[in-house]
């Protein structure tokens, strides 16, 4: 996956044919989702496998041993799947394993664009960039990135959206 600068990608992005420079969500992310599925399959397990782990014995925590492996592959894919990417005049959020699902935003038509960061976030360093739209199907989300560039990411869209909506 290639990262650039954000003005790379603008110029990149708005020249016709030319493949625009995607970003990648940091690891971070993907280390707070792996935290989150070992505690949570974890406690699951603990739970649900007192009586029958007692009765099945080893097979249990077998089993709960290979959801989580399968679960942290998953979340591996998931994670290098989100990219997005600034363009001249809309921003591209691409996400998706088995089902592609390719968002383009036009500045033009961004109403809110908000950064939250929840508890846990906050403890990796991490926050989320919401998209609004007038269209409710067009919102969209960046999740898992540095709280510096989410900031950055927020100011330049809401620049871009002003900018681009004044003309309408």
């Not at 959801?67 to 994670?79: D, H, K, S, T």
Request: hydrophobic fraction near 50%.
């Amino acid at each position: 996956m290639e990262t650039g600068s954000p003005e790379d990608g603008r110029a990149a992005g708005g020249e016709a044919g030319v493949e625009p420079v995607w970003n990648a969500l940091p690891p971070g992310l993907l280390r707070m989702r792996r935290l989150l599925l070992v505690v949570w399959l974890g406690l699951l397990a603990l739970v649900a496998g007192l009586v029958p782990g007692l009765v099945a014995g080893a097979a249990w925590s077998a089993l709960a041993l290979a959801l989580m492996a399968w679960g942290w592959v998953l979340l591996g894919r998931n994670w290098r799947s989100w990219r997005y990417a600034e363009r001249a005049d809309d921003l591209l959020i691409s996400r998706g394993v088995l089902w592609r699902e390719e968002t383009v935003v036009p500045y033009g038509r961004m109403q809110l664009v908000e950064v939250t960061s929840g508890p846990v976030e906050r403890h990796f360093g991490l926050a989320t960039v919401q998209l609004h739209t007038a269209a409710a199907t067009t919102d969209a989300t960046i999740p898992g990135l540095d709280p510096a560039e989410a900031e950055r990411l927020r100011d330049r869209l809401t620049e871009l959206g002003e900018a681009r909506s004044a003309g309408l």
